[in-house]
């Protein structure tokens, strides 16, 4: 507590010396100038000092050269330091919003500096704001932006954005002209469009202040999307609308005819998608730019910024709108950019982007603060302040509950009363409406310093009151919540049946309403999109089950680490013995947890142990892990977490996290890999049972002709022996040929390597791992990283683990690469190592026979 | 539905087998695609015809919440009740009307990656059951089932938009 006060008391310092150098600055702008009227020939001196030098000075007080840089990083490292203190102590930004706070203590600083100078030399200029605080926070939220949730309520967004804003606006400045007619407000000099500029200005939901509130109250994510994509879009609207009323202001009441009304309405359309085009073109040149910008990694993040911030100020060029320009620009390229750039990268721009975007929030927020406190914009009228008050907020909740009982018509699943309610009251105005407030003419708009005054008020309404009320609202409205209450394991794992089950279930009926139209674009993507965007290399790791499995891995083996280090460095540096320990432990430690698992259980789980060390890094860390944690807390915890990592994603949910704190990784694309071959295994299984005796030797042939063409085309005139009983296995699986031929060819290939396991297993019973290198083509055996191979002290002969073989490369992009040996630029350390280990090419394969069935 | 029906059913035979299914490649993806499967085919049938597939189909329908009348809730399939009854097929497949350990394994494995080791199904799974079982007979009843449930929202969870 007491390094706190210490810091507020630097604060404090600080802004006194900022406020007195302004002050300083000023006169020594007055008396250098005089001096200069004085002496012109010293101009150049006369920056220096307050007039010709006498003597060589050894240190000079230089701050004309460098004001405006000082006080902007001053101002920078003061808004981030009231960040500081307010996350300090915890308990208070449970109740009360940090933009809640942030907005207070910049009115605290705001009363130091007006303390200090008697006139208010800083606040919120809107070219600051527009062109340097709000692009990085909106390039932020659509490069983070959770693409499939959005366009799956797009609709509900996009009503609510255009027909939601226009509705705001002009029912409020409707209403205020109303009360303006019927006297409630007293004298004042604004006209019905003045009133409707007004109107427009206000009727802006804010995505900063959404995205600052909602944050921290984690409703339900149909909810969030809705609201927040409405705040993202509806500047199309805004800008529309705001640009509109200000030209009808100038141009006069009398000269607004149908032809500029309809103007008006052809000009939103032109704004709203010239700047979603805008957007898209940048983000497919950030997507290319970023296919080939292999050799220069390190600078590559930065590509994304510039651009982005480009596509910001094209559209704000071509006076379009540029909020959605950015947005639209991080929603497009943030696949291709995670594709294509190297994980280092990505990790860089994730992290910039978050720094940059918070960063702003808070200068915005503290700047929102202090700009309040300053004399010469206060003008109160009572009426005019609490009327507009109050009708934002009616006017708000009518339109969500209209709007939103017309969408209930169309959706699966209608938005609850009670969701209304939040997104109503989740309305929230703030920095966007204020900058525009204060881009008002004052020449044409006499009330200028009301509106602004009013634009305030709303603000710190809406955030600050609404902000500490969201939370308890949402408890109290018992609103469906994101972060999941303690299920129980039996909800979980039927939840995650449901998921499946809807899925399968429309795959049966084949009409899936969205769905439909998701596969039309998934297929336009593929086949368009990718092959332009997307890194060749990176597209082929597109399913890549070993790279899901190698970050899998490094996740493993950091926290391995970390463990190791927690418990004493010793221990983890005795290396051989460490692992033995390590098996000894987690089987004692086992026994100690869950008394109930039968002892031989763990043997079996020993026998694994010696025959893939390799379980280590990633099977038995977590095991690990959850045994330190039984010991530390209850079982459920571990079981619970250990279904939550493990369950299968359905294809209809993705796991992504939207808060500024918080980033996971997405792994469906190997589940999908392991569920077809698993499915894939089990109708082996079942017509394995069926056909076991029928091997006609023409069926034979037939299968590995049309596997020479498979492999023949992938492998580029690599050819490979196969062993005589892998044929046997071929008869097995011809029976299933008719469906194969209705997958893609990725099925073929998995039931190539798949099958060694699951026949060796019942026809010859061989366990032997050092035998499986013949059966298996050796290039790919490439895939396996080094610490599975080290398993083995013969290196000469790499015997795959069971992990190894169920996670073999089985799709078709993975197959090619393996005639390949590309550099990859991702995991570079294991290919390098494996490239070493470049098993000899392998034999060529029999000339296929001419009987072929294709 | 007939149309849909006249799709699936690929070698024109009026009903449906098992091939026809597996046809459609989005079920070899879904982990329960095969337990899916088998809740179409009644007691061992071999095929389904027209009328079960639609009786099958028609769980799916969003239930109707206007209507508040409890008894005739019970009897339309879609209902909350019916809803959880097919889920609970779903699981037991033995159709014993509990869910056994093994059982929940099974699932469990289809369910779950390769990562999870026969240990930690076993603890997932016995986990599973102690937190639902009620009566320590160390099995899951359906009516148990549907009071672990009752929190979730099946009807969201079960339903498909186009059977309106």
Known sequence: MATLWRFTLFLCMLLMACGGLSLASKEAKTRSSQTETGTHNTTEEGGHGAGPITTLPIVTWKWDHISVQYLVALWVLVCWLCKLLIEANHNVTNYIPESALLICSGFILGGMIWGADKVQTFSLNPTVFFYFLLPQIILDSGYHMPNKLFFTNLGAILIHAVIGTCWNAASLGLSLWGCHMGGAMGDLDIGLLQYLLFGSLMAAVDPVAVLAVFDQVHVNEVLFIIVFGESLLNDGVTVVLFNVFDAFVSLGGGRINAAEIIKGIVSFFVVAFGGSLVGIAFGILISLLTRCTKNIQIIEPGFIFVMGYLSYLTAEMLSLSAILSTTFCGVLCQKYVRANMDESSVQTVKYAMKVFANGSETIIFVFLGISAIDKVIWVWNTGFILLTVFFVFVYRFIGVFFLQWILNRYRLVPVELMDMVIMSYGGLRGAVAYGLAVLLDEKKIKEKNLMICTTLIVVYFTVILQGITMKPLVMWLKVKRAAVAEVSLLEKITNKMFNHTLVAIEDISGQIGDNYFRSKWRHFEEKWMTPFLMKPSARKKQDDVFDVFHQLNLKDAMEYVTEGERRGSLEFVRNDSAILDFKKKLESEYTEAMPDIPPYMIHDDGAMFTMGRDHIPSVSLEMHEQTMKAMREPEAVDVHHLLDQHLYKSRKQYRHGFSRSDFKINRDEKEVQEIFQRTMRNRLESFKSAKMGVSPPKTLVKYSKKEQQEKVKTKRGNKHTLPPFTELIMSLVKSSEDEIRSFPKASFLVFFPFDFSVVLKILSGIENPAFMPDLYPTDLLQEIPPWLAEGEPDSSMVAPSLRAQANLPNSPMEMHRLGLLPASTRSTDTKQMNNDQLPPPPTPPPPPPPSGHM | ?164
Do not use: W
């Not at chain 2, 179409?40 to 919440?65: E, N």
């Not at chain 2, 469990?108 to 390769?114: I, N, P």
């Not at chain 2, 076993?122 to 639902?132: D, G, K, L, N, T």
């Open chain 2, 1 to 164: 539905m007939f149309i849909l029906f006249e799709s699936l059913d690929r070698d024109n035979r009026g009903c449906l087998s098992p091939d026809d299914f597996e046809a459609l490649g989005g079920l070899a993806m879904n982990p329960i695609g095969g337990r899916i499967m088998e809740a179409f085919f009644s007691s061992g049938q071999d095929t389904v015809d027209f009328s079960s597939f639609v009786r099958i189909l028609a769980h799916f329908r969003p239930t109707d919440r206007n209507r508040n009348k409890e008894g005739a809730q019970q009897e339309l399939p879609s209902s909350r009740t019916r809803k959880l009854k097919f889920a609970f097929q779903l699981y037991d497949m033995d159709r014993d009307g509990k869910i056994s350990r093994e059982e929940l394994l099974q699932v469990l494995r289809a369910m779950l990656g390769l990562q999870v080791t026969e240990e930690q199904l076993q603890s997932i799974a016995e986990r599973a059951i102690q937190e639902a079982d009620l009566d320590k007979d160390d099995a899951i009843s359906f009516d148990e089932f549907k009071k672990s449930l009752e929190k979730t929202d099946i009807d969201t969870k079960m339903s498909v938009s186009f059977l309106k």
